[in-house]
């Protein structure tokens, strides 16, 4: 008999996961040193660089609604919509309470460090670096309605976590793709 999706869901670890752990032995071999979960004014990042007052943020696709890799749980609607939620809200005020005093934060998907790790250093990079350093914008699911009729469609409401506004919205059929490991 499998697992219930409770005893499923509390195996998840909460730190040290593996895209932290890829993410710091990169940034770890391109000569960046950090703190692990150090605290900040506003929270715990992953990964804290103190003095230059950057803090990473590794985002799982599956609790904090990313854009391409969310998958709607067909049961406990309004739980799971309300977590959701909850999770993307803490996230913004983490972030704009954060960069409110200076700090310049970078979030990253969890599929991005598995895809993208070179790109994603280099954003650190010129986080600890650039004079003028903007962010890459951080597109989240904020809700996700199925609609009526045959198939699997759902409308997936989207805001930018730095600016709420305008919502985006995207209307899909519903998938459970994972992304591609290239490690």
Request: net charge positive; with cysteine; proline share 7%.
């Amino acid at each position: 008999m499998g697992l219930t999706r409770s005893e499923q869901m509390s195996r998840i670890r909460g730190k040290d996961t593996s895209p932290e752990r890829l993410l710091r032995s990169a940034l770890w071999r391109a000569g960046l040193r950090f703190r692990l979960q150090s605290r900040t004014p506003h929270g715990r990042p992953d990964v804290v660089f103190a003095k230059a007052q950057v803090a990473v943020f590794i985002d799982g696709c599956f609790w904090h609604g990313c854009p391409e890799h969310y998958v709607r749980p067909r049961t406990r609607n309004e739980f799971w919509s309300a977590k959701l939620l909850e999770n993307v809200e803490r996230d913004r005020r983490q972030t704009l309470q954060l960069e409110a005093e200076g700090w310049r934060v970078c979030r990253f998907w969890e599929h991005q460090i598995f895809e993208n790790l070179p790109e994603v250093v280099d954003v650190v990079r010129l986080a600890l670096q650039e004079e003028q350093w903007t962010p890459p914008p951080s597109w989240t699911v904020v809700q996700v309605d199925p609609l009526p009729g045959e198939g699997d469609m759902e409308q997936r409401w989207m805001e930018e976590l730095r600016n709420p506004m305008p919502r985006r919205s995207v209307i899909t059929q519903r998938s459970t793709r994972k992304w591609k490991r290239t490690r």
